[in-house]
Each structure stands twice: as structure tokens, then as C-alpha cells.
């Protein structure tokens, strides 16, 4: 196998930075007092606060994941976990703020969504800060939000699909997740639509010593399909922060998901990010990954394929530099149902690969 040695990746356009300025940051550590005062600050349904609090214990309860890097420098006694901005959630980039707005356009958010997607959604730290999705879409009943307004809206969907494509036990931070998640995106594509444009979603962290934990849920129902894109970057600090989201895909009987993430952290970062799909019956997941950041990277999407003829295929591309350590790869579980043609009989064989 052959190396090729390029030179270093130019961060200049993502390491630019504001003053941390905040209207809220909780208190670093992680208790369930600081649990609880997230959940007040989100005004929580009750529902949702429980949740918050099992996942804490649960948390609690495990070891550190051992099968990759290190990460026995991670304090999360040195960490915020929430983080919400100066401004509120608005449908317009003329009423976000103007250090935020110039950071986004540096980023060339605005611009792209001019161009060619079809809905936007950008986060800044802990919070939400920009939605807007294209008026046809809405007519044909896309539903692409940020997560706590789905948890108010839409909240039998939610309650559904929320964590149990990615439950709190798979390891200790995705009950981390559980317990401060955060911000993020909720999609939902009806039976039969197709989204031609893709929809994006942004997220920045701006905040040093804290930590980012947005969600991303989507359900794409049947014969539906959907693009969607993910970006995410962080300006360089000289203490650690840490990103730990949770993507849940749900793709059913016929549909068709493509997900492409472009992660391009500052080096202090920590990388501990988890996504999973389920893909139905004669139905395609696509993963299209690139990841050019952070100081650890713990990534493996997986595809669960649980009905007949299921597909999935997962194209992925790392960069690494000095003082990086990305541990990156792709799972896949067979778990559909396959009927082999035997002497004119047919056998029904169902397997955990």
C-alpha cells in the first residue's frame, strides 16, 4: 500500500471565532442538578426530563468505550454542556445576529441555501438559530424543524422513534446524549414524496470548554426519498471541547436516504459522534462521509437492514494530520428475513449476522 504525504488542510475559514458571548451557560460538570436546569432552560415536557435523568444514571453506570482511542484526557468536570446564544430561533438571516449572521456567511450557509437546497437549519452552540424550508415542500406535508419545537409539535412521532434506534445502553456517550442532548434537526418525508433538493443543517460551536449535543432525527416514510446534509466545524481552542450528537435514521419499506456529513473540527476537539439507520423493506441507505478534523474521532455509522432486499452503501473519506487520531468506519447488520429456492420448497431463514 502506498502513502501519499499533502500538505496540511487549510482551516483559516473555520477557525475564526466571536467572543464568547452567551445569554445563558450552565455551570461545567455533570449532575443531576445540571440535568434538571438543562431541562428547565428547555422547558421540557415532563416526559423528556425523565428521559434526561435515566440516561444520566445510565451513564453513570458505564465504562469508558475501550475499542479505540484514548480518551482519558476528557474531564467532564471541565465541560459545559449547554450553551444557549444571544438570539432565538428565527426564519430569517437578517434578524440573527450580525457576529453569528457573518460567521455563517463566512461559512457560505446563506449562500448555499440560495442556490440549492430546498431548507437550512443552522445551530450555534447549544441552540438553533436559523429554519426555513421551501413553501412546496410544506404543501406536501415535509415536516423539517429543529427537535425541541418536533418535541412540542410533534410529540407522538417523536416518542416513537426518539432513542430507540440509537438506545441509551449502546455506550457511555450516547447516554451522555441522552442526558444533555441538545438542539438539532427533526425530518419527516410523507409516503410517496420526493424531495428533489436537499435539505442541510449546519452546526457550529463557538464556546470553549463546552460541549455540543445536537440531534438529528428523520423518518423518511414509505416510497418516500430525501437527501440531507449535515456540516459541522469549530474554531481552535487550546482546551479540550467535545461533540457528542446522535443521528437516528429511519428509512422505510421502498424509500431511499442519502446522508452526507462534511466534520470538519478544530483540533482540541473530541469527535465521539454516533449514527444508525434502519432501513426497511427494498429500501436503499446511502452514507456519504467526510471528516478532516478534530483531535480524536470515534465514528462508525451503521445501517441495520431489517426488511427483504434492503440495501445500504457507505462512501467515506478521512484526512488526518499531526496530532490526530481518527478512528473511523462503517457496520452493517443483516438482519432481513432471506428465502432460498430448495428442491421446489422454499425455506424461510432468518438471521442476526
Same mark, same amino acid.
Given at each position: 500500500?502506498?502513502?501519499?504525504?499533502?500538505?496540511?488542510?487549510?482551516?483559516?475559514? /473555520?477557525?475564526?471565532?466571536?467572543?464568547?458571548?452567551?445569554?445563558?451557560?450552565?455551570?461545567?460538570?455533570?449532575?443531576?442538578?445540571?440535568?434538571?436546569?438543562?431541562?428547565?432552560?428547555?422547558?421540557?415536557?415532563?416526559?423528556?426530563?425523565?428521559?434526561?435523568?435515566? $440516561?444520566? @444514571?445510565?451513564?453513570?453506570?458505564? @465504562?469508558?468505550?475501550?475499542?479505540?482511542?484514548?480518551?482519558?484526557?476528557?474531564?467532564?468536570?471541565?465541560?459545559?454542556?449547554?450553551?444557549?446564544?444571544?438570539?432565538?430561533? +428565527?426564519?430569517?438571516? @437578517?434578524?440573527?445576529?450580525?457576529?453569528?449572521?457573518?460567521?455563517?456567511?463566512?461559512?457560505?450557509?446563506?449562500?448555499?441555501?440560495?442556490?440549492?437546497?430546498?431548507?437550512?437549519?443552522?445551530?450555534?452552540? #447549544?441552540?438553533?438559530?436559523?429554519?426555513?424550508?421551501? %413553501?412546496?415542500?410544506?404543501?406536501?406535508?415535509?415536516?423539517?424543524?429543529?427537535?425541541?419545537?418536533?418535541?412540542?409539535? /410533534?410529540? %407522538?412521532?417523536?416518542?416513537?422513534?426518539?432513542?430507540?434506534?440509537?438506545?441509551?445502553?449502546?455506550?457511555?456517550?450516547?447516554?451522555?446524549?441522552? !442526558?444533555?442532548? +441538545?438542539?438539532?434537526?427533526?425530518?419527516?418525508?410523507?409516503?410517496?414524496?420526493?424531495?428533489?433538493?436537499?435539505?442541510? #443543517?449546519? &452546526?457550529?460551536?463557538? +464556546?470553549?470548554?463546552?460541549?455540543? &449535543?445536537?440531534?438529528?432525527?428523520?423518518?423518511?416514510?414509505?416510497? !418516500?426519498?430525501?437527501?440531507?446534509?449535515?456540516?459541522?466545524? $469549530?474554531?481552535?481552542?487550546?482546551?479540550?471541547?467535545?461533540?457528542?450528537?446522535?443521528? %437516528?435514521?429511519?428509512?422505510?419499506?421502498? !424509500? /431511499?436516504?442519502?446522508?452526507?456529513?462534511?466534520?470538519?473540527?478544530?483540533?482540541?476537539?473530541?469527535?465521539?459522534?454516533?449514527?444508525?439507520?434502519?432501513?426497511?423493506?427494498?429500501?436503499?441507505?446511502?452514507?456519504?462521509?467526510?471528516?478532516?478534523? +478534530?483531535?480524536?474521532?470515534?465514528?462508525?455509522?451503521? #445501517? =441495520?437492514?431489517?426488511? %427483504?432486499?434492503?440495501?445500504?452503501?457507505?462512501?467515506? =473519506?478521512?484526512?488526518?494530520?499531526?496530532?490526530?487520531?481518527?478512528?473511523?468506519? &462503517?457496520?452493517?447488520?443483516?438482519?432481513?428475513?432471506? /428465502?432460498?429456492?430448495?428442491?421446489?420448497?422454499?425455506?424461510?431463514?432468518?438471521?442476526?449476522?
Amino acid at each position: 500500500m502506498s502513502k501519499t504525504n499533502i500538505d496540511e488542510i487549510n482551516r483559516n475559514i /473555520y477557525d475564526i471565532k466571536n467572543k464568547d458571548e452567551y445569554d445563558f451557560k450552565i455551570k461545567k460538570g455533570l449532575t443531576p442538578e445540571i440535568i434538571e436546569e438543562i431541562s428547565k432552560q428547555k422547558n421540557d415536557p415532563e416526559w423528556m426530563k425523565e428521559f434526561r435523568l435515566k $440516561a444520566l @444514571e445510565v451513564y453513570n453506570k458505564l @465504562e469508558l468505550p475501550t475499542w479505540g482511542p484514548d480518551l482519558s484526557e476528557l474531564n467532564m468536570e471541565e465541560i459545559a454542556t449547554y450553551v444557549r446564544p444571544k438570539t432565538g430561533l +428565527s426564519n430569517s438571516w @437578517e434578524d440573527v445576529p450580525e457576529d453569528i449572521k457573518n460567521t455563517f456567511d463566512k461559512l457560505g450557509i446563506p449562500e448555499a441555501e440560495k442556490t440549492s437546497l430546498a431548507g437550512v437549519g443552522a445551530q450555534y452552540d #447549544s441552540e438553533v438559530v436559523y429554519h426555513s424550508m421551501k %413553501e412546496d415542500l410544506i404543501k406536501q406535508g415535509v415536516v423539517y424543524t429543529d427537535m425541541e419545537t418536533a418535541v412540542r409539535e /410533534y410529540p %407522538e412521532l417523536v416518542k416513537e422513534h426518539f432513542m430507540k434506534c440509537v438506545p441509551v445502553h449502546d455506550h457511555k456517550f450516547v447516554a451522555l446524549h441522552g !442526558a444533555v442532548w +441538545s438542539g438539532g434537526s427533526f425530518v419527516y418525508v410523507p409516503k410517496g414524496v420526493k424531495v428533489d433538493i436537499p435539505l442541510q #443543517s449546519y &452546526f457550529r460551536l463557538n +464556546s470553549p470548554e463546552s460541549g455540543q &449535543f445536537e440531534h438529528t432525527l428523520i423518518i423518511v416514510d414509505e416510497g !418516500a426519498s430525501l437527501h440531507f446534509i449535515e456540516g459541522c466545524s $469549530a474554531p481552535k481552542y487550546n482546551k479540550v471541547n467535545l461533540h457528542a450528537g446522535c443521528v %437516528e435514521l429511519y428509512v422505510k419499506d421502498n !424509500a /431511499y436516504l442519502r446522508y452526507s456529513t462534511i466534520e470538519n473540527w478544530s483540533k482540541n476537539m473530541l469527535n465521539l459522534n454516533t449514527k444508525k439507520a434502519i432501513v426497511g423493506k427494498n429500501a436503499k441507505m446511502d452514507w456519504v462521509s467526510g471528516s478532516f478534523g +478534530s483531535k480524536i474521532s470515534m465514528l462508525y455509522p451503521m #445501517s =441495520i437492514l431489517n426488511g %427483504e432486499n434492503s440495501k445500504t452503501e457507505y462512501t467515506g =473519506i478521512s484526512f488526518a494530520g499531526a496530532g490526530q487520531n481518527l478512528d473511523n468506519g &462503517f457496520k452493517v447488520v443483516h438482519n432481513a428475513t432471506r /428465502y432460498i429456492k430448495c428442491c421446489k420448497r422454499k425455506i424461510n431463514i432468518k438471521k442476526w449476522w
